[in-house]
């Protein structure tokens, strides 16, 4: 048994240490804030997130996935909403797929209690990180109760604390280290939709999102059917965070770009000037590791921007994956750590790319005709032939194929769907027998592909190109 320290008690950092534990290591996490399950999260800081497949993967193999489904809402599309009140829904998928809409405090919560309920892992709340020592490896933490420093010791160290990692920085320091930061120009600010005294004041089942060029508003619902909204703007510029200031502005703001919401928000003006603006950042490093000792997961690793909602899946997808190297590895760390990289970076930076992409998507295309008529081509060829066409969001959030593959099938089929789009009529056609044997015939030009890895869940980690080991 090795005793392992865990530096971040988020959702990474719990799920990680459950992982450990099950394989039998004594686990230290360590969290600098208040114990999850007691304390009031801060206003402006429990932002939805979203689960999908590749996400519940990994928490269902520990047992968490059922959990998880229990505190989330499922959400089989998005409602956009014009600003002359029109709205068009876009299903995610033919068969009622769904990503699932979950507090951020209530996940980590949840995977918090499930991570102490394990015999060999012990959680030191308000313990904030100081200093580290790689080759011990060892951390320094000052009790943010007491005041007091303690040092821990142990056999390996893994950073799992966020964006901003303590441990990142001590890796920075201690050798030879690439590290790209990207902020976004924009931000967002979270304001809270109230339930209805009956029913759901907007489709419960979906995510909503308010298209307005180079801003938007993106609702997510919860489980008392109210909704969490978030306000994304650029920091600077008309309209920007700097140029709404006053309740007057927010006003102003919502009466021209968001009339339909506006009376379903009656705490507007004081919510948006008492919460703090978010900032989003990508991160891109390596190494991850540092010998045999220290490893780097989740947004310590590969932050990337909210909008395509896999930072938490591609986390959860790591800690997977991880298990698998380490089981794998018959005790040798330094290759486990080494496979560990090797098979998750170039999906770390694959996925980064498609949130920024994915974020201008949603940003300035969800509300334009020509990118709705893309979309009702992409679902309808993926009705016509499942086994060969899968539209990229689908290969993304409903299955387990790697973000690198996904984004190399969507590249080869992106000229398919032009193809499609050429063909005369297709807005009024499409549905017809002659448009469907045309597309017949299109398909097969194409090179024979088979979507049998896109479909299949992947739950071993022969599905991430390595050899199979079974978790114990």
Request: aromatic share 8%; with cysteine; glycine share 8%.
């Amino acid at each position: 048994m090795e005793t392992i320290l865990v530096v971040g008690g988020g959702l990474v950092g719990s799920l990680l240490s459950v992982y450990l534990a099950r394989q039998g290591h004594r686990v230290h996490l360590f969290d600098r804030y208040p114990d999850f399950r007691n304390a009031k999260a801060p206003l402006g800081k429990s932002i939805n997130l979203t689960i999908c497949e590749r996400g519940f993967t990994a928490l269902d193999r520990v047992g968490a996935g059922d959990l998880v489904r229990a505190i989330s809402v499922p959400c089989y599309g998005r409602v956009v909403h014009a600003v002359d009140g029109s709205v068009e829904y876009q299903p995610y998928g033919n068969r009622r797929e769904a990503i699932y809409s979950v507090s951020r405090n209530n996940l980590n919560r949840t995977l918090l209690m499930l991570a102490l309920e394990q015999p060999s892992l012990i959680c030191h709340f308000e313990h904030k990180c100081l200093e580290v020592f790689l080759d011990q490896p060892a951390v320094t933490f000052k009790d943010l109760r007491s005041g007091e420093l303690s040092h821990w010791r142990g056999d390996r160290l893994f950073g799992a604390d966020g964006a901003h990692s303590a441990v990142r920085q001590g890796m920075q320091r201690a050798q030879r280290f690439n590290l790209v930061q990207e902020p976004l120009d924009q931000g967002y600010k979270e304001l809270d939709l109230p339930p209805a005294a009956e029913g759901w004041v907007l489709e419960g089942n979906a995510i909503h999102i308010w298209p307005r060029g180079h801003y938007m508003l993106i609702g997510f619902p919860n489980l008392d059917r109210s909704f969490t909204l978030a306000l994304h703007m650029p920091f600077e510029g008309e309209p920007s965070f700097a140029s709404v200031r006053t309740q007057e502005d927010v006003l102003r703001l919502f009466e021209r770009s968001f009339p339909d919401v506006l009376p379903l928000l009656p705490n507007l003006g004081g919510d948006f000037l008492s919460r703090p603006e978010a900032t989003m950042v990508t991160i891109r490093c390596s190494p991850w590791t540092y010998r045999d000792k220290v490893l780097l997961v989740g947004d310590a690793a590969h932050a990337i921007v909210p909008s395509y909602g896999q930072g938490a899946n591609a986390g959860f997808e790591d800690c997977s994956v991880l298990a698998d190297c380490l089981a794998g590895s018959d005790g040798d760390w330094s290759a486990a750590f080494a496979r560990f990289e090797a098979a998750r970076k170039p999906n770390a930076e694959a996925i980064a790319d498609l949130a920024l992409e994915h974020f201008h998507e949603l940003r300035d295309l969800v509300g334009d005709a020509s990118f709705q008529l893309r979309k009702k081509v992409e679902r309808r060829i993926n009705e016509l032939f499942p086994d060969r066409y899968m539209p990229l969001y689908s290969l993304v959030s409903f299955t387990n194929m790697t973000y690198v593959e996904a984004l190399r099938q969507d590249r080869a089929q992106r000229d398919l769907i032009d193809r499609v789009l050429a063909l005369p009529g297709i807005l009024e056609r499409l549905d017809s027998e002659e448009i469907q044997e045309a597309i017949g015939g299109l398909m097969d030009q194409e090179p024979k592909r088979s979507a049998e890895l896109a479909i299949r869940p992947a739950r071993m980690i022969r599905d991430h190109g390595m050899t199979p080991a079974e978790f114990p």
